[in-house]
T-cell receptor
Framework: DTAVSQTPKYLVTQMGNDKSIKCEQNLGHDTMYWYKQDSKKFLKIMFSYNNKELIINETVPNRFSPKSPDKAHLNLHINSLELGDSAVYFC???????????FGDGTRLSIL | AQTVTQSQPEMSVQEAETVTLSCTYDTSESDYYLFWYKQPPSRQMILVIRQEAYKQQNATENRFSVNFQKAAKSFSLKISDSQLGDAAMYFCAYRRLNQFYFGTGTSLTVIP
């Protein structure tokens, strides 16, 4: 059983479009995260939700909007895509005690 | 703010030899957790090892061990008997409560 699953794995689209990436975890974790990994492999935290409530909102353009319908899901919607949005986006989840994060397989977003 | 520094962007090791990847972090907290993650070309983020700051004993997982120096805020990863499958990006991470901070990664090449 996949612990953290995100879809799609690959997303190729044109500048200006709106797209969503879905994430679901079946681990019963309370906290979920979105990261952006750029071409230099640097992992940058974007958002964090705990029990459906936003707890971390790093400096990202407001074109990025997370949505958490329940604590097992954290989706990422991106409006008006730009070339600089090309990256791999990772969803992750963790439990409150000092446990590690479990990551999804990533979504490679390519903007044409 | 907490920062995690990996000063070695790239490292290489001969197959069957030992290599150590360095990581330092900055924190004023006494209760936190440290992790090493491996990211092979498949881009999955795989947990390698975990260390609780309140434990003096260094964590070990098969061929992987850490040298945790709390006073020096140092958390290095030692890989013994390196194998071709160890080739990957390695990320050091710090956790305090629900916040995770990642280093910039070290790319490890294993030479046959």
């Amino acid at each position: 059983d996949t612990a953290v699953s995100q879809t799609p794995k690959y997303l190729v689209t044109q500048m200006g479009n709106d797209k969503s990436i879905k994430c679901e975890q079946n681990l019963g974790h309370d906290t979920m995260y979105w990261y952006k990994q750029d071409s230099k492999k640097f992992l940058k935290i974007m958002f964090s939700y705990n029990n459906k409530e936003l707890i971390i909102n790093e400096t990202v353009p407001n074109r990025f909007s997370p949505k958490s319908p329940d604590k097992a899901h954290l989706n990422l919607h991106i409006n008006s895509l730009e070339l600089g949005d090309s990256a791999v986006y990772f969803c992750a989840s963790s439990q409150d005690t000092g446990q590690p994060q479990h990551f999804g397989d990533g979504t490679r977003l390519s903007i044409l | 703010a907490q920062t995690v520094t990996q000063s070695q962007p790239e490292m290489s090791v001969q197959e069957a030899e030992t290599v150590t990847l360095s990581c330092t972090y900055d924190t004023s907290e006494s209760d936190y957790y440290l992790f090493w993650y491996k990211q092979p070309p498949s881009r999955q983020m795989i947990l390698v090892i975990r260390q609780e700051a309140y434990k003096q004993q260094n964590a070990t997982e098969n061929r992987f061990s850490v040298n945790f120096q709390k006073a020096a805020k140092s958390f290095s990863l030692k890989i013994s008997d390196s194998q071709l499958g160890d080739a990957a990006m390695y990320f050091c991470a710090y956790r305090r409560l629900n916040q995770f901070y990642f280093g910039t990664g070290t790319s490890l090449t294993v030479i046959p």
